[in-house]
């Protein structure tokens, strides 16, 4: 998908991290339009990382192997942060698709006001298409600095709300980057989605400015709460579902307590949710 886009002026960095598969073979049979970083398994942020080591464009693009984009997305994007020096990174809207080819949603471009920061604090998922629909000046990537390879999960979070810090961000609404979602993969990966947002959030509280890092912040930690408490009571965790309503409820007793005590209500009474 990417020797397919309208926009020609880019190179292709392939990390290969750790594969033990035909990776090397295939790439092999593209020839020298495709350049490999071959390094031991390190995982996503560090194979990442590798390529942006390697990378020499003005912007950098990322792609995970199960997703793909439409022709024009890199044509587009380079367009769209041209005409807007102050922007830092950009993304797409995204069709989100299960492995049959058949479209599971649209993943739309945020509608915020204000300080997309402080929006990507309330709603972690803010940045449309995520990984595979970013591309980033490199100036502002190298400002910012790597992806945090201890996240086991939502290092790309993390990332976009350092460069939300420091940068402004545009998005294209038309879905021009498709990602691929396997149906068990919440299920499998709900714990350590968790634990990194959590870690995410506390991580980067000081980047808010000073006089939002109680209150806000705190409302903002127990919407992060509640939503993994029904997803944990959803798949059957319901003890631990209802410890994050108590943490949420001890974080924000004014602004999220509604919440919390409905969620609190449904979950003791069996409710779906």
Not at 103 to 108: D, T, V, Y
């Amino acid at each position: 998908s990417v020797l397919a886009q309208t926009f020609a002026d880019y190179e292709i960095i392939v990390v290969n991290d750790g594969s033990r598969d035909e990776t090397l073979t295939v790439i092999a049979g593209y020839g020298d339009v495709v350049r490999v970083v071959d390094k031991a398994n390190g995982g996503l942020s560090s194979a990442r990382n590798a390529g942006i080591r390697a990378a020499r464009g003005t912007y950098v693009a990322f792609l995970d192997a199960d997703d793909r984009w439409l022709p024009e997305k890199l044509q587009r994007q380079v367009t769209l942060m041209q005409s807007d020096a102050t922007l830092g990174f950009c993304s797409t809207a995204a069709s989100v698709e299960d492995p049959d080819g058949k479209q599971l949603n649209i993943w739309a471009c945020p509608r915020w006001s204000g300080s997309l920061l402080e929006h990507l604090f309330r709603e972690n998922a803010a940045v449309a298409g995520s990984g595979s629909g970013v591309l980033v000046k490199r100036v502002v990537l190298l400002q910012v600095g790597d992806f945090d390879e201890s996240l086991r999960s939502l290092e790309d979070i993390d990332m976009w709300m350092r460069l939300a810090a420091v940068a402004s961000y545009g998005c294209i609404a038309e879905p021009l980057t498709v990602l691929l979602k396997h149906p068990e993969s919440m299920s499998r990966n709900l714990e350590i989605m968790r634990e990194s947002a959590i870690r995410v959030m506390k991580k980067n509280r000081g980047l808010l400015p000073a006089g939002l890092q109680g209150a806000y912040w705190r409302s903002c930690m127990a919407g992060v709460y509640g939503d993994y408490a029904k997803w944990r009571y959803r798949t059957g965790r319901r003890t631990a579902a209802l410890r994050d309503v108590m943490q949420l409820l001890a974080l924000a007793p004014v602004a999220r307590g509604r919440l919390g005590l409905g969620l609190l209500k449904d979950m003791l009474l069996g409710h779906v949710l």
